[in-house]
């Protein structure tokens, strides 16, 4: 199995920039896929942008323009780089990692957007 674990969270004012970032346990080339979602407060949790072994990334339409995926393979980290916050960006966001024996969640980080 592989562990995550997310850092990066924070209070950031609309307009405002965060980078998240997702450190696996062993090396990224050994996970097909990985993801970030987040989940508000009443709502279901969601894909936000995803990342396959072979680079592709895929996004929800809220976030494209505004959100970039990548991974530093070097590193075992994925990245969600968030420009543009706004309001309803706010959100517990969760790393997620699909490997052959199943999927594995990291802890959560906390996105609040607000002035």
């Known amino acids: 199995q592989v562990q995550l674990v997310e850092s990066g969270g924070g209070l950031v004012q609309p307009g405002g920039s965060l980078r998240l970032s997702c450190t696996a346990s062993?090396?990224?080339?050994?996970?097909?896929?990985m993801g970030w979602y987040r989940q508000a407060p009443g709502k279901q949790r969601e894909l936000v942008a995803g990342?396959?072994?072979?680079?592709?990334?895929n996004y929800a339409d809220s976030v494209k323009g505004r959100f970039t995926i990548s991974s530093d393979n070097a590193k075992n980290t994925v990245y969600l780089r968030m420009n543009s916050l706004k309001p309803e960006d706010t959100a517990v966001y969760y790393c997620?990692?699909?490997?052959?024996?199943?999927?594995?969640w990291g802890q959560g980080t906390q996105v609040t957007v607000s002035s």
């Open positions: 990342i396959t072994s072979g680079s592709r990334t």
């Open positions: 062993r090396s990224i080339f050994t996970i097909y896929a």
């Open positions: 997620r990692a699909d490997v052959l024996t199943g999927t594995t």
